[in-house]
């Protein structure tokens, strides 16, 4: 896959964005900019605005007013359906809307990422299965498990995986903790600053745990819906990778 990522400027940029989404008023966005390499975590956000930011994020929807510029393009510029969908293979979104299937094994749910054949799963998949499990702090033992017996850390971290298939240049973070019981934030929001740091990706998350954002290393903005400026919770710089 390529990714059309341009240079070290901004993954990210939203000016003077507004769009409908059926809340008490219009979704507002004055001014966002994400640097590449850099991790930012935005609260303030409910379920349909969040949705509806990313929605405008990766061209699946347009604003009714401003700009959306993502990986150095204006969703506006997406031409066709074709264009769109390799578009957005540079996102990586770890959300509860993901379907995960239940009666399938954890190795089966990433399996699907890479190949139909889920049974049994082919041992050239498996491998690359067993790689990505790795990376989340899946263990082998845990691969024969069925999502819908699993823990919710255990499909917390399966959803992360997806995510991670196929090398995203940014990850999006949905309420990620939201069905995550609160002794595990920390942890989540930990191992996923490793990944970032290691794969030398953007992180971008909406939440309203501020545990979880705080372990990810990243800044921490408030969303002020009304004008749709975001203030810094603290005065830290920026995070970037080395």
Same mark, same amino acid.
């Given at each position: 896959?390529?990714?059309?990522?341009?240079?070290?400027?901004?993954?990210?940029?939203?000016?003077?964005?507004?769009?409908?989404? +059926?809340?008490?008023?219009?979704?507002?966005?004055?001014?966002?900019?994400?640097?590449?390499?850099?991790?930012?975590?935005?609260?303030?956000?409910?379920?349909?605005?969040?949705?509806?930011?990313?929605?405008?994020?990766?061209?699946?929807?347009?604003?009714?007013?401003?700009?959306?510029?993502?990986?150095?393009?204006?969703?506006?510029?997406?031409?066709?359906?074709?264009?769109?969908?390799?578009?957005?293979?540079?996102?990586?979104?770890?959300?509860?809307?993901?379907?995960?299937?239940?009666?399938?094994?954890?190795?089966?749910?990433?399996?699907?990422?890479?190949?139909?054949?889920?049974?049994?799963?082919?041992?050239?998949?498996?491998?690359?299965?067993?790689?990505?499990?790795?990376?989340?702090?899946?263990?082998?033992?845990?691969?024969?498990?069925?999502?819908?017996?699993?823990?919710?850390?255990?499909?917390?971290?399966?959803?992360?995986?997806?995510?991670?298939?196929?090398?995203?240049?940014?990850?999006?973070?949905?309420?990620?903790?939201?069905?995550?019981?609160?002794?595990?934030? +920390?942890?989540?929001?930990?191992?996923?600053?490793?990944?970032?740091?290691?794969?030398?990706?953007?992180?971008?998350?909406?939440?309203?745990?501020?545990?979880?954002?705080?372990?990810? +290393?990243?800044?921490?903005?408030?969303?002020?819906?009304?004008? +749709?400026?975001?203030?810094?919770?603290?005065?830290?710089?920026?995070?970037?990778?080395?």
């Amino acid at each position: 896959m390529t990714q059309i990522v341009t240079g070290s400027g901004p993954v990210i940029e939203m000016r003077s964005v507004e769009k409908q989404y +059926g809340g008490l008023r219009p979704l507002r966005v004055r001014t966002l900019e994400l640097p590449a390499r850099s991790s930012t975590m935005l609260l303030g956000f409910d379920s349909p605005a969040a949705e509806t930011f990313i929605n405008l994020m990766t061209g699946s929807t347009l604003p009714e007013a401003g700009d959306v510029i993502s990986f150095g393009r204006s969703t506006r510029a997406i031409a066709d359906s074709a264009d769109w969908l390799a578009f957005v293979e540079q996102f990586g979104i770890v959300s509860d809307r993901v379907v995960l299937l239940d009666g399938m094994t954890v190795a089966q749910n990433l399996a699907i990422s890479f190949d139909l054949d889920l049974d049994p799963v082919p041992d050239h998949v498996l491998a690359r299965v067993a790689t990505l499990a790795a990376e989340v702090g899946i263990d082998a033992g845990m691969l024969t498990a069925r999502v819908g017996e699993a823990d919710p850390y255990l499909k917390a971290r399966v959803r992360l995986a997806r995510a991670l298939a196929f090398d995203p240049a940014l990850l999006v973070l949905e309420h990620p903790t939201a069905t995550l019981p609160p002794e595990h934030a +920390g942890r989540y929001g930990t191992t996923i600053k490793a990944i970032a740091a290691a794969r030398k990706l953007a992180v971008l998350g909406l939440t309203a745990d501020e545990k979880f954002a705080e372990h990810t +290393g990243g800044r921490l903005l408030v969303w002020q819906p009304a004008t +749709g400026e975001f203030r810094e919770r603290t005065r830290r710089r920026f995070w970037r990778l080395s």
